[in-house]
């Protein structure tokens, strides 16, 4: 009788240590996967098959999902003429249109932000909320100084939605 209570210890004992293995390779692996993912961007929204059409400047999207809960109409994003151009929509707000282009050497920088709103976006671009004639405007010029983007509408839209779209553009890896 002491034989078999001494091996039904040592059989739970057994399945313990066998219980704390597993789970100690499953957190294992998970956070393999997480040091492994972590450092790798969301893909790019924007098409390949448009992206790689642009060449005389980097195009810039968002990755994983857009700002503010707006879509993009990726199937009608085109690139002509020099000009890349997608509209991005939202429920119950006005539409959006990204235009992209190369930064024209007549452009005067700082012409672009005179009268703007400066946004924080990252490295060394420059953004900005402009008010033509009662609309918003986001301009955007990226750290190289070669791409200068555009988001337009047809009627008023939350500044602080245009902000967040501003600061969430990036470069695009063809």
């Not at 009788?1 to 059989?11: D, K, T």
């Not at 010029?141 to 779209?165: Q, V, Y």
Request: glycine letters at 8%; one cysteine or more; hydrophobic letters at 45%.
């Amino acid at each position: 009788m002491e034989q078999s209570l001494a091996m039904r210890n040592s059989v739970q004992k057994r399945r313990v240590i066998i219980l704390i293995i597993c789970f100690l390779i499953v957190i294992g692996l998970g956070g393999g996967f997480f040091w492994w993912n972590q450092g790798k961007p969301a893909a790019s929204l924007l098409p390949a098959a448009v992206s790689k059409k642009v060449d005389a400047f980097t195009p810039y999207f968002y990755r994983g999902r857009i700002p503010a809960d707006y879509h993009a109409d990726t199937d009608h994003a085109t690139y002509t003429a020099g000009v890349l151009m997608m509209s991005l929509t939202k429920v119950g707000a006005p539409s959006l249109t990204l235009s992209e282009q190369a930064m024209a050497k007549t452009i005067v920088e700082d012409d672009l932000f005179i009268n703007g709103e400066k946004v924080d976006v990252n490295g060394s671009a420059k953004a900005s909320v402009n008010s033509v004639e009662g609309r918003l405007l986001g301009v955007f010029l990226s750290g190289d100084r070669k791409t200068l983007a555009f988001l337009t509408t047809t009627s008023d839209m939350n500044k602080n939605d245009l902000k967040a779209l501003l600061q969430e553009l990036v470069p695009v890896d063809n």
